[in-house]
């Protein structure tokens, strides 16, 4: 019988997995019940009957283990709810380490998880063993034990949740295919199928493996990759013990877990390959992939080792199927930067069936509340970059996602793939200097500088890695002398127009109606006074403003901008990043350096910090802006490409008597950290209160039509801060923070560090971190009371201040 759907819902979500599912039942249990969910085969069809049905709580960031805390809380009352079993038990998961370097990233990640409330343990080799007696312990160096994790039946619990949501009023269809999305005014306003439109409030884009495809047809970005994905199933083991814990085995590519009296081994295992890049077969479910034991064969021969009971057993199940995988190993969940209404929830990296039900809950809150109830801008859609979506691009780079997801990860770990890409129009000039680059957003970026005769590699590891003492150079010379940053990859966008001013000062937390040739650092806030933009505007002239962004958050920028432009309002904007190139030139010496290349005052008297202004250096011209992210005095130079080549060769011919060096993206990340300048991303975003940030001082609260958020603002600023931002450095000069490390005050658990980087002036470990109270407190609190930082698993005390620990009356910068 034909099915024939509503006309009209408030939300439509198209993809009927766990995902879709969940979205759908947390909805329903907020008592949004006019939802409709489109399956265009069955439920769980795509990825999620496949799904091994592992829960562990180990994820890369504490936004993500958030969101599987909450899977887990899910499991757990689900059934009692809906009267259908999720199958969840629990058995624990114990991580094992056949490394010094293994165990070092265990110990980390299991201190890092405390913040979150999750239960682990770092047991040595005879605990380990104890704990699952079928593991052989030869090369083990310990484990990590996450006795709280357990497995499901994602089948089960997707079923679960539909039943949950249907008996709530949800209407579930299947076999029913959206051709299209309706969109009018920037907004998604329905979905089309063969069986007629739906009219919507809000479309959600929970397709799984063919979220790139579905997305693309309004306009979205969703890059994802189906690849090949395997495990296997033993035949019945004679006597096997039930719910043993899950083994994760980072250096043998595997996990296993016991199923039935057999065991199943599953993989992450470099080597795959692409399915489906040119387009996914669509109403076509529960596929399965051709068994290549050529391939897998040697990954089940090293767990043989491991396991020996494997090696008298026969294999019953050889299985391959699709996952999708993202190009930066996060999935993509939330709202579409450019497109209102339009939710996504796609991409999960073959743990859809982990994060599933806590993803959906967080959707429906996001839909619901209209904002993110857990802070983690790693995985909003926002962060997605043009050439992410290039099918030659994804072909490459996610099946190196798939083949570093058991590998170890280092600190400043970078990707290898479909590199080189985006280059600065400098890129040679850093190159023949040295440069060992990494990659950001495409760009191909000096991180340090290899002097003559070392080895332009990274050579990874825990503690200090090769390029520790060249940055530590690098650092000491804009400290002490001068040096020259290639910041050409960051964001540029020129607003123009007679309403330009207008709509800058509507999204602006300071005032920006200055004199053309001032910049001005602001940040933009969303209505409950959290932070979406942290920028610089330089007013170029009456209508025109030049705007500073991140690498990394331009186009998001681009798309929060764009949105807050009225019908009415004439503004343009573009965006102007790889037209220019761009140099910092900063340290004590800068003035020395430039002033003899131009005929413009450099003094202080006569070109103030906060001064921009077109000045001739060399034989040509370029924008000089007296500004700092390294806290010393230095301005930037936005150069046109044409020249570019020819201001370095000027600037580095005049700087050899003053020691001038190129210095890379390490030192300016311990320079700033130095002076606790704000990372957006990193140390702040859209959670994240501009008080709390400790950015108040660029709020004009009394300027003419306010700012967005400032009502918010006001309130928290009138209720007191019970968090705040704040600036470490450890005591003990040796242990390396890098991020995530927890924080302690007189012994209790208050927060967990945002970034950090060895400060080589401070002499120590820099960082800043995020601190809860108990309650709403004074300033003082903050920095009162003895701090102490998780350093895997040792507490390394350290000094708090929410004053820059250099310079922290900025003397230098405004000398």
């Known amino acids: 019988m034909a099915v024939t759907p509503p006309e009209r819902a408030q939300v439509v979500i198209v993809g009927g997995g766990i995902i879709g599912t969940s979205t759908a039942y947390h909805l329903a249990r907020r008592g949004w019940t006019d939802v409709v969910l489109l399956e265009q085969n069955t439920l769980t069809s795509g990825t999620t009957w496949h799904a091994a049905g592992l829960v562990a709580q180990m994820r890369a960031t504490h936004g993500t283990r958030e969101v599987v805390r909450r899977s887990v809380e899910i499991f757990k009352s689900l059934e009692q709810d809906t009267g259908f079993s999720t199958g969840f038990v629990e058995t624990g998961t114990l991580h094992l380490a056949t490394s010094a370097d293994r165990l070092e990233e265990l110990k980390r990640q299991g201190a890092a998880a405390a913040v979150n409330g999750i239960e682990t343990h770092v047991l040595d080799v005879a605990e380990t063993l104890a704990r699952h007696p079928l593991l052989d312990g030869e090369g083990l160096h310990g484990s990590l034990f996450f006795p709280t994790d357990g497995r499901g039946s994602a089948t089960d619990t997707t079923i679960s949740l539909a039943r949950g949501a249907g008996g709530r009023g949800v209407r579930i269809l299947e076999g029913i295919s959206v051709d299209d999305v309706i969109v009018h005014n920037g907004k998604a306003t329905g979905v089309r199928t063969a069986q007629g439109d739906i009219e919507a409030e809000y479309v959600v884009n929970a397709t799984g493996m063919w979220g790139r495809e579905f997305g693309a047809r309004a306009g979205v970005e969703v890059p994802l990759q189906a690849l090949a994905h ?183 770990e970078q990707r290898t793939t479909a590199r080189p890409l985006r280059i600065s129009p400098l890129h040679n000039k850093t190159q023949a200097a040295g440069a060992v680059f990494g990659e950001l957003a495409g760009w191909e970026r000096a991180n340090w500088y290899a002097p003559e005769g070392v080895p332009r590699r990274y050579d990874y590891s825990f503690a200090r890695q090769n390029w520790f003492e060249h940055s530590a150079a690098e650092h000491r010379a804009v400290r002490e002398r001068v040096g020259v940053i290639d910041t050409s990859s960051f964001g540029k966008l020129l607003v123009q127009g007679r309403d330009a001013m207008q709509v800058l000062q509507r999204l602006s937390t300071n005032d920006i109606d200055t004199a053309p040739g001032r910049i001005t650092y602001t940040q933009w806030l969303n209505e409950l006074g959290g932070i979406e933009s942290d920028v610089t505007i330089t007013r170029l002239a009456r209508d025109e403003f030049l705007v500073l962004s991140g690498p990394t958050t331009i186009r998001r920028d681009l798309a929060h901008l764009r949105r807050h432009i009225g019908q009415d309002e004439f503004c343009t904007v573009a965006d102007q990043t790889g037209t220019m190139a761009m140099l910092a030139v900063m ?49 930037e130079l936005l150069i046109p490409t044409d020249i570019a080549h020819h201001v370095w060769d000027v600037l580095f011919e005049a700087g050899a008597p003053l020691g001038l060096k190129p210095v890379g993206y390490h030192a300016l990340n311990s320079l700033r950290l130095e002076k606790a300048f704000r990372s957006w991303g990193h140390d702040v975003s859209s959670r994240d209160n501009l008080l709390e940030a400790g950015l108040g001082f660029t709020a004009k609260w009394d300027k003419p039509g306010g700012f967005i958020g400032r009502e918010s603002l006001l309130k928290a600023k009138e209720a007191g801060i019970s968090r705040r931002l704040v600036q470490f450095v450890l005591d003990d000069p040796e242990p390396l923070l890098f991020h995530d490390e927890p924080v302690y005050r007189d012994g209790r658990l208050v927060g967990r560090v945002a970034s950090a980087q060895y400060g080589h002036t401070l002499g120590a470990s820099a960082a800043l971190g995020w601190v809860t109270a108990p309650d709403v407190v004074g300033r003082d609190w903050f920095t009162e009371g003895s701090y102490a930082i998780d350093v895997a698993g040792l507490h390394v005390p350290a000094t708090a201040s929410l004053r820059p620990l250099y310079d922290p009356k900025s003397e230098r910068t405004k000398s």
């Open 230 to 412: 395997y495990y296997v199933v033993t035949e019945a083991i004679e006597g096997l013990q039930r719910n043993l814990p899950t083994i994760k085995s980072g250096d043998e590519h595997a996990y296993v877990k016991d199923e039935a009296g057999a065991l199943m081994v599953g993989f992450f295992e470099p080597g795959s390959y692409a399915w489906g890049a040119k387009g996914i077969p669509q109403n076509k479910g529960f596929v399965h992939l051709p068994e290549d034991w050529d391939h897998l064969g040697p990954y089940y021969e090293r767990m043989l080792r491991r396991l020996p009971v494997l090696e008298d057993v026969g294999i019953r199940l050889h299985f391959c199927g699709p996952e999708s995988f993202t190009p930066d190993g996060q999935f993509h969940l939330g709202e579409a930067p450019l497109l209102r209404n339009y939710f996504v929830a796609a991409g999960f990296n073959s743990v859809g069936f982990l994060s599933g039900p806590g993803a959906g809950s967080v959707l429906a809150d996001w839909i619901i509340d209209g904002h993110n109830p857990v802070d983690m801008p790693e995985t909003e859609p926002s962060r997605v970059q043009r050439h992410e979506t290039n099918r030659r691009f994804l072909e490459r780079r996610v099946v190196e996602t798939l083949d570093l997801a058991y590998a170890l990860h280092y600190p400043f």
């Open 587 to 635: 340290g004590p010496d800068t003035r020395r350096l430039l002033q003899p290349l131009t005929d413009v005052d450099l003094s202080n008297e006569a070109f103030p910090f906060g001064t921009s202004a077109e000045i001739d250096l060399g034989f040509g011209f370029v924008r000089a802006t007296r500004v700092t992210y390294v806290g010393e005095l230095g301005w």
